[in-house]
């Protein structure tokens, strides 16, 4: 393996970042082989697909299914510590603004053409005009591809964090074909250069994928760490069938239709604990179970009608019914334990106080207006959460309205401004997302809650990637945190457990934020 240059600059941007991932490999390892080969993967996942343009998409349900068909330069290892994967190497520069990539030898895209710095230069470019999270390429002064191997970045100023930006899994900025990176979102063919290649997309009921013969895996690694690693595909295809029901995917598993499962409910869970023909993977903290408040419709573009309703809710309750019990209560934009977990605004969460929330509601001169909780059916965690939260919001004078339709239509209606004032959804917490992940659709450009222009939060986040010091960071998170729970950006109702499940004649499936589904194979 090409051993990183000037390492300790790069990991300065992440506490949990560590510089053992960039070690090379002892000369006595092995690389990964399939000890099986061929069969279709039929992996059961609970939403509707919105869109396999990664540029495009936070959505988890799309990243399941994309992220076995693209790449980037890099991504995050097992550990969450930065990894390469289409790019070879990379040196920074002493003064922190120069990054220069030297991309792998021999990559080609599933359409046979090669891949050169002139793809990544155009794929940067795209997710610099369009990209969901193109904050991440905001510092960025230049870019350049002064040779076919080489990718040059030039920042406006020195962000210690950068390396963040560049291998988060939130948006990924994937790679695809120049030829793709020219057109709008959406609109681009499912060309890329993973293990697995675009086969089939039937809407609301299955991806399809199909193995890459031509695949090059990355031979920096002996196997699979985190997104990347060495990857290879041992099925001859991979199946990603939308099962919403949850009841319908355990008895998919249960007879064999389904191999493999994303979420299998608490109670079911204790049932086939002992079925010796599955397999139960529990992954802990999953998501931030959050419901956004639109600062921009009325009445929640009133601040005493958001702290009503912060202030009302019994979190424990909404919790216990839309998860079945697989929860922890936690106030965080990150998990405790982890580096980056705050105090800011803990005295906001749960505090379940409804005489309060009433006396809220008499300063903001609430005349019953409708409040809009827009939900999907999709995900049964959301829609139960909304459920609930309605009744609680109905107990205090609140007129709470249910707006229930599919996850894909959830996130079209989100985009409409006037169009509800919660959104219900899950924000990624660890452990591949860091604490730029966590919030980055609170913040601009995103700014899912639609705030009015707020110097104390920018000047903030400015800080959580500027500030020299990790405490300092630190520091600077806690304050976000602060002023999202102050000012209602959100309802954060506490932290959701997964229980993964595949057949037991499955092997070399490891629970983690999307099913790897390379480096998986039938046993006999």
Known sequence: MTILKHSRRMLCGAAVMAIGTFAALPASAAQFTCPNEGGDMVFGQEAQVAGLDMHFSSAISARNVAMHIYETLMTR?????????????????????????????????????????????????????????????????????????????????????????????????????????????????????????????????????????????NTAFENETGFGGYKVACFDTVTFRIVKEPGARVAGLETGELQGVEDVPTKAAER?????????????????HIAVVNQSSPPTDNLAVRKAIQVGLDMEEIMEIATDGAYTLNHGFQYPGNPYFVEGGKEWYNVNDKERAKQYLAEAGYDGEPVVLLTNSDYTNMYNAALVMSEQLKDIGINAELKVVDWPTSRQERDNTNAWNMFFTGFGTGPSIGPQGAVVDLVQPANLSRATEDPELDDAWSRMQLDETQEGRKAAFNDVQTIFYEDVYAIVMGDIQKVQGVRSNVQGFVPFRIPRLWNVWFEG
């Open 77 to 217: 290892g097992e550990d969450n510590s930065p990894i390469h994967e289409l790019a070879e190497s990379h040196e920074v520069s002493d003064d922190g603004l120069t990054y220069t990539f030297k991309l792998r030898p021999g990559i080609t895209f599933h359409n046979g053409k090669e891949m050169t710095s002139a793809d990544v230069l155009a794929s940067y470019e795209r997710y610099q005009r369009i990209g969901i999270d193109r904050a991440a390429l905001e510092p960025v002064a230049s870019m350049s591809a002064p040779d076919p191997s080489t990718f040059v970045i030039e920042l406006k100023n020195k962000v210690p964090v950068y390396a963040e930006h560049l291998t988060s899994s939130a948006a990924p900025i994937s790679i695809p074909p120049a030829e793709e990176a020219v057109k709008e979102a959406n609109q681009i063919e499912y060309i890329g250069t993973g293990p697995y290649k675009f086969a089939e997309w039937v809407p609301d009921g299955f991806v399809r994928l199909e193995r890459f013969d031509d695949y090059v895996p």
């Open 272 to 288: 086939l604990a002992d079925n010796p023909d599955i397999k139960l993977l529990p992954v802990e903290n999953w998501w931030i």
